[in-house]
């Protein structure tokens, strides 16, 4: 079964700070997606990256981005020039390419930005 | 923009009472998920279903039982409530993830305390 692990509970950053947050994973398949996931404050949790295993680059949205090491199965996020709005429970999340679109989620992140 | 809603945000129950969480999308997506979120545990899937009518149980199913009689709604039920079922519950919807991207929409949740 696949697993997916947060080690890091909760995480503060300066404001206009980087921070980046850790996720490793366990999985047999050779070709999967990986999501990192935030949930603001009693808000839904929205998307905020995805990166498809197949793909050697790192995928990059605005200020966020990941440092995918397939061969280590680490899925990293980077908060670049943190702001305010960014304060959330982060999910990494993993999810088979075949089949229904189960995610699996990590134990998740809280980020604290610090004005 | 897409909307899952789920149709209480707070519920108090008894222990032994039957409680329904209801959760409705707006994209004609074909699954849909409940997902259990606990502190320190993630998000763990209780059940989804892939087309009408149909479910499977995802990781953490015993004492709960769904039901999607049409593509937009999916029901969760529980029985016979008790107090380890108090708990924050997530309903998600998506497309089959090998035609699409894989992102899951979530509603805002429904909080639960079983007393």
């Known amino acids: 079964a696949q697993t997916v692990t947060q080690s890091q509970p909760e995480m503060s950053v300066q404001e206009a700070e980087t921070v980046t947050l850790s996720c490793t994973y366990d999985?047999?398949?050779?070709?999967?997606?990986l999501f990192w996931y935030k949930q603001p404050p009693s808000r839904q949790m929205i998307l905020v990256i995805r990166?498809?295993?197949?793909?050697?680059q790192n995928a990059t949205e605005n200020r966020f981005s990941v440092n995918f090491q397939k061969a280590a199965k680490s899925f990293s996020l980077k908060i670049s020039d943190s702001q305010l709005g960014d304060a959330a429970m982060y999910f990494c999340a993993y999810a088979m390419i075949q089949g229904a679109q189960k995610l699996v989620f990590g134990q998740g992140t809280r980020l604290t930005i610090n004005p | 923009d897409v909307k899952v809603t789920q149709s209480s945000r707070y519920l108090v129950k008894r222990t032994g009472e039957k409680v329904f969480l209801e959760c409705v999308q707006d994209?004609?997506?074909?699954?849909m998920f409940w997902y259990r979120q606990d502190p320190g545990l993630g998000l763990r899937l209780i059940y989804f279903s892939y087309d009408v009518k149909m479910k499977e149980k995802g990781d953490i199913p015993e004492g709960y039982s769904v039901s999607r009689e049409k593509k937009e709604r999916f029901s969760l039920i529980l029985e016979s409530a008790s107090t380890n079922q108090t708990s924050m519950y997530l309903c998600?919807?998506?497309?089959?993830?090998?035609?699409?991207?894989?992102?899951?929409?979530f509603g805002e949740g429904s909080r639960l305390t079983v007393l």
């Open positions: 999985t047999s398949e050779s070709d999967y997606y």
């Open positions: 994209m004609d997506h074909e699954n």
């Open positions: 990166q498809e295993a197949y793909k050697q």
């Open positions: 998600a919807s998506g497309y089959t993830i090998r035609y699409h991207t894989g992102e899951l929409f």
